[in-house]
């Protein structure tokens, strides 16, 4: 399938332009310890005019589902055979601890409706359907390692099934405080603000992060497309970015793969720590694939002398495998080819 | 004593939609710029299904008030005045 | 691509109505609704629920929710057969929940709220209670495996994942549909958008006052048709079709229209190959709110024509929000299999707006094909289709 538009909302702001900013300008130190995304990247009166109540989880998705959409150069026709598909580890975490409020200060019979009906982990997909018009089919799914990778392959699956022909998929993750505070309990936090992928520690460090990416996908190959999704690897790619961020354990099994001789690249540092980060490097990776531009990785220490890219730069280049390590249980990865 | 019940009517007036711009976080208005006599749904301040029942959340948290039949609740919530006088005559706090 | 029939070779349930099928279908010829105050947690409200009774529940470090999955997923893969032969194939797992999901964990909350601290086992049980995870480790199985959190349309949701996997061969055996069990979240929560009933619920009919609440689980073993064979296991069923639409009307309100529920039968249909005169009953989504009900109701007789049989079983195990597809794609599954469907219960008096009736007594079912519908939530319509043989 075919990546036709991409939409990010992360700390560095909103557009695909944003993000080709933050590759090229590289590591920034995280505000508070956590790559938020700021208040003002979620003012958009005329995309969110119809969500006053909307919470940030659904506005964050919202904004990259719409500009993915305006991305794609594709117009309205689409509208009528659009699905949605939205991943998320934790779901709207943070609303869901503002119901909890409620329940412990008012008692659970005079709890906001309004709030518990935004802290249900498919509301996001709601207002993108809303917001869009897309009355095609619409799902959430949920998973904690792989649920951005679970909701690329359903959306093959759809497109060869012909369920619709254009959709948009994608991953949103929030950290607010009690997540922050989680990840202070579970993780290894860097002191010095910086995730170092190619350390490939058994305890590696983390910096929390939020944000959401959306891709339009479609069997067919659009005027403004990024790159195609492989439904099988053949083969060795280009390069290799890895999603080592901290945030699911032991990256000793990023190592074989980096000392490979096939260059290998990790933006993580620029994204923050997400469960659902892959679909952050898919982003980066199809941007490098649409402007035949590699992007240094933005920190480069590299005690085992990794092929790492370290210059940006024009390079041409077929393909690029996203790969993401489980606590060296389980492995994936996404071919994107030119 | 009517200049009394219209001193109240006025302060619940006003604190009415002070409670609902901020808890149906109504964008692009103020309080000020509501009209006591605004219709809240359909026309006016075009408010739906789930303001109504955030609304009748409102009442209970801040004028200890309960209104559990939403056919009642039509009635009452028909505009800011409908729905302050109802606090009047009804409220406990 | 697999372009071959799909069949439902095994099935597991649990609810307020029994533990199993067989102790299910029990109930429904007694026509017993086990509706009664809360008893699982504490709360100030006093709506009627349908809790499962007597579930073995020490196990602090394991959510009940995955506690009654593991029950109809047993269940499941005794009766289809897969005990001695998971390891041979590959299995995928598509489980709808909604709680199962959230960390809201009340304890836990409160504790960080006053402290700024607090102990960590009720998130280390969240983090290993994905709910399709959790299931596909117990079983030891490699497959895809993900939880669909479509609100109250995620088990039908799940299966038609599952249906999506076997087509695009990326496994030959799912198992797929729903749990939850009830929490005093969605209780509350349910409770404030002023949709859940002080009585019993009834749903279709003209006096129905909302819903009310459920927990449970329900499963099916999908698999291509090849593969069942291959093993030697014999089935008459079949999962012939899926629809999704979306409403893209509203949060909470179902589009009055009912266009959103008539697009995902359409597809279903489609996909099976059938016309609506061919379908013998509806096992409605039913949740007795009047929004839900008369849309609903409308579409299924716009759809179907007056003569259509169908019901609701949420009469019997409430709302279970999550497991509700699993379950209900059971119940339509085993209704089929005995070729008899029990009355709606709860449904005394016809309702005008909505035009047709659910079924009043148990009926005699002859016919091939039947549906299962779910409405969501945020907008989702979804439908399944199955045969029998």
């Known amino acids: 399938m075919n990546i036709a538009g991409i939409g990010v909302v992360f700390n560095r702001g909103r557009g695909v332009q944003s993000l080709e900013t933050a590759l090229k300008e590289g590591w920034v130190p995280p505000e508070n310890s956590v790559y938020s995304v700021p208040a003002d990247t979620l003012k958009d009166k005329s995309v969110l005019k119809e969500m006053r109540r909307a919470d940030d989880f659904s506005k964050m998705a919202c904004l990259a589902a719409y500009d993915g959409f305006i991305d794609s150069g594709l117009g309205d026709t689409v509208k009528s055979s659009l699905g949605i598909i939205l991943a998320t580890a934790f779901g709207p975490h943070v609303t869901t601890f503002r119901f909890l409020d409620d329940i412990l200060n008012y008692g659970d019979a005079n709890v906001s409706p309004t709030i518990f009906s935004h802290s249900v982990h498919n509301a996001a997909a709601s207002y993108i359907a809303l917001v869009l018009g897309a009355r095609g089919p619409t799902l959430t799914v949920t998973q904690f390692a792989y649920s951005f990778h679970q909701a690329l392959i359903i959306a093959q699956a759809w497109l060869w099934e012909r369920r619709c022909e254009y959709i948009l998929v994608g991953s949103i993750d929030q950290c607010g405080t009690v997540m922050e505070y989680i990840c202070r309990q579970k993780l290894r936090l860097a002191e010095d603000g910086k995730i170092k992928p190619f350390l490939f520690s058994q305890t590696p460090c983390a910096v929390p992060g939020e944000g959401s990416v959306f891709f339009l996908v479609t069997e067919g190959k659009t005027e403004k497309r990024y790159c195609s999704v492989l439904a099988q690897t053949v083969g060795t790619p280009d390069m290799y970015l890895l999603d080592s961020d901290g945030m699911a354990g032991d990256e000793k099994y990023y190592l074989k793969m980096a000392k490979g001789g096939i260059p290998v690249a990790s933006y993580t540092p620029i994204f923050g720590s997400m469960l659902t980060v892959s679909s952050f490097s898919c982003a980066a990776a199809a941007l490098m694939l649409k402007k035949q531009r590699h992007y240094a990785s933005p920190v480069q220490d590299n005690p085992f002398g990794a092929n790492i890219c370290r210059l940006t730069e024009e390079k041409e280049t077929e393909s690029v495998a996203c790969v993401r390590h489980n606590c060296g249980i389980e492995r994936s990865q996404i071919t994107l080819k030119r | 004593m009517e200049d009394r019940k219209e001193q109240d009517l006025a302060e619940i007036r006003k604190k009415l939609k002070e409670l609902l711009v901020t808890n149906l976080n109504l964008e692009d208005i103020k309080p000020e710029q509501i009209k006591d006599d605004e219709i809240l749904f359909g026309e006016g301040l075009g408010l739906d299904s789930l303001d109504a029942v955030e609304i009748v959340v409102l009442l209970q948290r801040n004028f200890d008030l309960d209104v559990k039949n939403m056919t009642e609740g039509k009635k009452i919530f028909y505009s800011v005045d409908t729905l302050a006088r109802y606090i009047l005559e009804n409220r406990k706090r | ?389």
Not at chain 3, 56 to 74: C, E, G, P, Q, Y
Not at chain 3, 282 to 295: C, R
Not at chain 3, 312 to 327: N, P, V, W
């Open chain 3, 1 to 389: 691509m697999h372009s071959g029939n799909v069949v439902i070779s095994g099935m597991g349930v649990i609810s307020s109505c029994g533990k199993n099928i067989s102790e299910t279908l029990d109930t429904f010829v007694a026509g017993r609704r086990n509706g009664a105050q809360v008893s699982l947690f504490k709360t100030d409200l006093t709506y009627p629920v349908f809790e499962v009774k007597d579930l073995i529940d020490s196990d602090v470090n394991t959510m009940r929710t995955l506690k009654l999955a593991f029950i109809a997923v047993k269940e499941a893969i005794e009766n289809g057969g897969l005990g001695d032969v998971l390891h041979d194939f590959r299995i995928g797992v598509c489980l709808g929940t909604t709680v199962a999901s959230q960390l809201n964990d009340t304890d836990f909350y409160s504790k960080y709220r006053e402290t700024g601290n607090a102990p960590m086992h009720s998130v280390e049980r969240y983090l290993k209670g994905n709910l399709a995870e959790a299931v596909a480790e117990r079983l030891g199985v490699r497959g895809p495996s993900c939880a669909v959190v479509n609100a109250c349309s995620s088990g039908t949701d799940a299966i038609g994942v599952g249906l999506s996997w076997l087509r695009a061969d990326l496994c030959d055996i799912v198992i797929c549909g729903g749990a939850d069990e009830l929490n005093c979240v969605p209780l509350a929560g349910f409770g404030s958008l002023g949709v859940v009933s002080d009585s019993l619920c009834k749903p279709f009919d003209k006096e129905r006052s909302g819903l009310n609440l459920g927990e449970g689980a329900g499963v099916i073993v999908i698999e291509k048709e090849e593969i069942c064979r291959k093993r030697g296991k014999k089935t008459e069923l079949f999962l012939q079709g899926y629809g999704l639409a979306a409403d893209a009307y509203h949060l909470t309100a179902p589009r009055p229209d009912g266009s959103g529920l008539e697009a995902a039968l359409a597809r279903a249909m489609d996909e099976a190959g059938i016309k609506p005169a061919q379908v013998a009953f509806v096992n409605a989504h039913g949740t007795a709110t009047p929004d839900n009900d008369l849309v609903e109701g409308k579409v299924l007789s716009r759809v179907f024509g007056s003569g259509i049989k169908f019901l609701s079983t949420k009469g019997y195990t409430g709302h279970t929000l999550g497991a509700a597809g699993g379950i209900e794609a059971v119940f339509t599954a085993v209704g089929l299999r005995e070729g008899w469907i029990p009355q709606s219960a709860g449904f005394e008096k016809a309702d005008d707006a909505i035009g047709i009736s659910p079924v009043i007594q148990k009926t005699v079912i002859s016919g091939q094909y039947a549906i299962s519908t779910s409405l969501a939530f945020g907008g989702n319509n979804s439908a399944i289709v199955i045969e029998k043989e």
